[in-house]
Each structure stands twice: as structure tokens, then as C-alpha cells.
């Protein structure tokens, strides 16, 4: 199955500073990369995602890259603010042929603290 | 994005005793459905997949006969805990796919069960 690593656990910026989380997984057939943001007592919110047709992805502050023959991709946000404070997952998982939703393979998670 | 609601949000309940927990889909519809287990500072654990007009799918070391799942609309999934104990304390989350093309799997809020 698929394995997902996720690094750093911890990562402290300065706010206005930038912020680069990353993840590899294991499974070369995995397409579609997504990342969430949890705040403390919440469910992960869906902040960005990347499918593997595609190198990089950019919302606003928020970047994703995806680089499938290292098999890893990363989180970027620049121009940090106090608010982007929470944890963040990356997760990997690949399709069946039929199409249907396939489950999500976690990584262990990074608390961002973005420092006043 | 979709949203995707849990109820309740917080139980205490007596050990012995069963708790449900409700997960919906609010504006579309979810062929599956998932539900996750975290506990403090940890990332997600799948604990079973929910597929609707059929049985769960559940993971290697999750009791299928205390976490009962029912998948019974495409709109609402349900995660009983039966004959709770302390060691279920956890917070429990569900998350919705769509059936094909879209790969978004959505989070509800999260429902943080204590067993006293």
C-alpha cells in the first residue's frame, strides 16, 4: 500500500516569512496529492491539491509542486501570517478504473507556527 | 467547496453505553464516505469506508461489530459506537468523495467522544 512521509513534524517562521512542508510517498501509480489544514478541534479543511498531470498549482499565498519521478511534492506559503498557525497534512492516493473516490494515505502532519 | 456536517459535535457518554454519530453531505452526493480516528497530536486513522446500499469496508485491527456503519442515503453515513469504554475516547471525523471525475474528498467537524 501507499506510504506517505511527511516532514518537517514541527516548523516555526516569522510572520511574513515563507514555509515549505514536504511529503514523498511510496506508490507510483498515486495521482492526486492533496493538502489540508486542521485547526485545534476541527476537521482538515482542503486548502489546495495537485493531480499528477500537472507540476505546480498556486492559490494566492499557496503553492503546491509535485515532482513524480522523485515521488515527492511539497507545500509552499509565503508572506505568513499568524492565522496560516495550525497543522497541516499532506496526503496521496491513486484511482481505481471504474473511477470511484479511493481512500487517502495520510502523512503524520506539521504544526506551523508563524510567529507575530 | 462541499460541505459535509457531523452531529453531534461533543458527547460524553457512560462506558457501556452506545453512541451514533451522524455524518451528512449537505449539497451533493457521496457514494462513499469515510471515517477516521485521531487521536491528540496524530494524524488521521481510516477506520472504515462507507459505501452507499452496501457493507462497510473496515481496516486491519477495527472491530467491526463495535463500530457499526450504515451508508443507508448518499447523503448521510453513520458511526455507532457500541458498548463505549474509555480507550474510545478520541475525536472522530468523517470525510465525503463524489463518485468519479472529482477527486475532493471533503471533512465534516469532527465529533470528540469522551467515555466516562
Known amino acids: 500500500g501507499e506510504n506517505v512521509e511527511q516532514h518537517p513534524s514541527t516548523l516555526s517562521v516569522q510572520e511574513g516569512d515563507s514555509a515549505v512542508i514536504k511529503c514523498t510517498y511510496s506508490d507510483s501509480a498515486s495521482n492526486y496529492f492533496p493538502w489540508y489544514k486542521q485547526e485545534l478541534g476541527k476537521g482538515p479543511q482542503l486548502i489546495i491539491d495537485i493531480r499528477s498531470n500537472v507540476g505546480e498549482k498556486k492559490d494566492q499565498r499557496i503553492a503546491v509542486t509535485l515532482n513524480k519521478t522523485a515521488k515527492h511534492f511539497s507545500l509552499h506559503i509565503t508572506e505568513t501570517q499568524p492565522e496560516d498557525s495550525a497543522v497541516y497534512f499532506c496526503?496521496?492516493?491513486?484511482?481505481?478504473?471504474?473511477?470511484?473516490?479511493?481512500?487517502?494515505?495520510f502523512g503524520s502532519g506539521t504544526q506551523l507556527t508563524v510567529l507575530p | 467547496g462541499a460541505v459535509v456536517s457531523q452531529h453531534p459535535s461533543r458527547v460524553i457518554c457512560k462506558s457501556g453505553t452506545s453512541v451514533k454519530i451522524e455524518c451528512r453531505s449537505l449539497d451533493f452526493q457521496a457514494t462513499t464516505m469515510f471515517w477516521y480516528r485521531q487521536f491528540p497530536k496524530k494524524s488521521l486513522m481510516l477506520m472504515a469506508t462507507s459505501n452507499e446500499g452496501s457493507k462497510a469496508t473496515y481496516e486491519q485491527g477495527v472491530e467491526k461489530d463495535k463500530f457499526l456503519i450504515n451508508h443507508a442515503s448518499l447523503t448521510l453515513s453513520t458511526l455507532t459506537v457500541t458498548s463505549a469504554h474509555p480507550e474510545d475516547s478520541s475525536f472522530y471525523i468523517c470525510?465525503?468523495?463524489?463518485?468519479?471525475?472529482?477527486?475532493?474528498?471533503?471533512f465534516g467537524p469532527g465529533t470528540r467522544l469522551t467515555v466516562t
Open positions: 496526503a496521496a492516493r491513486g484511482t481505481s478504473p471504474s473511477g470511484s473516490a479511493r481512500q487517502l494515505t
Open positions: 470525510s465525503a468523495g463524489e463518485w468519479g471525475g472529482s477527486y475532493e474528498q471533503y
